[in-house]
Structure formats: structure tokens, C-alpha cells
């Protein structure tokens, strides 16, 4: 079963508006999430890094006030796209990495989502 | 020249075929080697985790790393049409946190 969950898997919202999803490890702590965007038959394009109680780490050219990302506890952290536009219509997907134990080291994805900006 | 290097297919194989799925590296620091599938619309699922040279299987699945080379493979045998996704090596540097993936490649089985 799924060990990241996200949330919406798909919202549509209008242009000016924020939407905000969320991004939870289900049973392992992740101090950890990586926000990740994805355009039609390419590759992941890394967005940030969220680090659990302090600032994500954006990549170049990710836009850190459009793209919130906060990281509260050990097992959410959220991205907020702010006064989305039809070019932020993409799909979004998180990724957090297990520490300890038997899997460690190991990185799980979110299962993704669709947002549209209409 | 990148990192990771895959051929992006497509790749399209008969029912039952083995399949060989191939990434080169760059970067002597990747320490850590996945696998991952990911079907249309939806986000990458974990298929194969390895950490040392070798081979490593679960199922129709194999790993295999060869570290002195830089060279990664999945192989899958007895190829079902619902195998049919684009698949992702993906890498991480010992000691970092970032996944460096490669193009991925689309894979179809066909009956």
C-alpha cells in the first residue's frame, strides 16, 4: 500500500486563487518531503526541498513566494501554489525519505496531483 | 552531459519477452540506486531499491549494479501488457538527500 500520501489528487481552481496540497508519510517520520512538478512525457523537475521546522530549499528558478512549502511535523508538509495562473497548471508530486530501519535511505512518492487553473 | 543517462524508448517487447532496462552515471558519490514505475497520470512507484554492486530480485524484477562500470539495469521477465509504464532509475549520492533521475523509459508490452 501506499506509504505518501497526497492530497487533493486533483483540484481545479481559478485563476487568482491559491490552492494549497498536502503531502503525508503514513508510517515513517520524514524530516525530509521533496516537491517535485511534472510536464506531459518528461521527468520529475525537482522544486524544493522541505525540511521539517525550518525553510525549504528551492531549486533555481522555483519561485519560493509563489510556492509555499511548509513543513510542520514529521509527517505533512504542504505546498501552496499562491495566485495560481493557467501556466502553473501541472502535475505536482511529493516525495519523502525513509532514515531508519529497514528501508532507509529509500525514497516513496506521493501518488500526485493534477492541478488545473482555469 | 547529464548525470544519469537513459534511453527514453519507446521500448515495445511481446508478451512474455525479458525486458533490459539500462542507465549510465557519471557521479562515483551515487551510493544508492532505485527503480521506479510510473504509469500515466500518476506519480513514480518504488519497484527496486539497492545499495551495494550485485543483483537483487523480488518476483519478475532484478537489480543489477555494477558500480566499477556506472551502469544500472532492471530486468523483467515474463512481460505482462499491465508492465507497461515508463520507468525511472534514479540515484542518490551517499550521505545527500536528492534524487538524480533519468529520463526514464517507456516501456510497452503488447499482446
Known amino acids: 500500500g501506499a506509504v505518501v500520501s497526497q492530497h487533493p489528487s486533483r483540484v481545479i481552481c481559478k485563476s487568482g486563487t491559491s490552492v494549497k496540497i498536502e503531502c503525508r508519510s503514513l508510517?515513517?517520520?520524514?524530516?525530509?518531503m521533496f516537491w517535485y512538478r511534472q510536464f506531459p512525457k518528461q521527468s520529475l523537475m525537482l522544486m524544493a526541498t522541505?525540511?521539517?521546522?525550518?525553510?525549504?530549499?528551492?531549486e533555481q528558478g522555483v519561485e519560493k513566494d509563489k510556492f509555499l512549502i511548509n513543513h510542520a511535523s514529521l509527517t505533512l508538509s504542504t505546498l501552496t501554489v499562491t495566485s495560481a495562473h493557467p501556466e502553473d497548471s501541472s502535475f505536482y508530486i511529493c516525495?519523502?525519505?525513509?532514515?531508519?530501519?529497514?528501508?532507509?535511505?529509500?525514497?516513496?512518492f506521493g501518488e500526485g496531483s493534477w492541478l488545473t487553473v482555469v | 552531459q547529464k548525470e544519469v543517462e537513459q534511453d527514453p524508448g519507446p521500448l515495445s517487447v511481446p508478451e512474455g519477452a525479458i525486458v533490459s532496462l539500462n542507465c549510465t552515471y557519471s557521479?562515483?558519490?551515487?551510493?544508492?540506486f532505485m527503480w521506479y514505475r510510473q504509469y500515466s497520470r500518476k506519480g513514480p512507484e518504488l519497484l527496486m531499491y539497492?545499495?551495494?554492486?550485485g543483483n537483487k530480485e523480488d518476483g519478475r524484477f532484478t537489480a543489477q549494479v555494477d558500480k566499477s562500470s556506472k551502469y544500472i539495469s532492471l530486468f523483467i521477465r515474463d512481460s505482462q501488457p499491465s508492465d507497461s509504464a515508463t520507468y525511472l532509475c534514479?540515484?542518490?549520492?551517499?550521505?545527500?538527500?536528492?534524487?538524480?533521475f533519468g529520463t526514464g523509459t517507456q516501456l510497452k508490452v503488447e499482446l
Open positions: 516525495s519523502a525519505r525513509v532514515l531508519a530501519g529497514a528501508r532507509g535511505n529509500t525514497i516513496y
Open positions: 508510517d515513517f517520520q520524514a524530516t525530509t
Open positions: 522541505s525540511n521539517e521546522g525550518s525553510k525549504a530549499t528551492y
Open positions: 557521479n562515483s558519490a551515487f551510493q544508492y
Open positions: 539497492t545499495y551495494s554492486s
Open positions: 534514479a540515484m542518490v549520492a551517499g550521505g545527500g538527500n536528492k534524487l538524480t
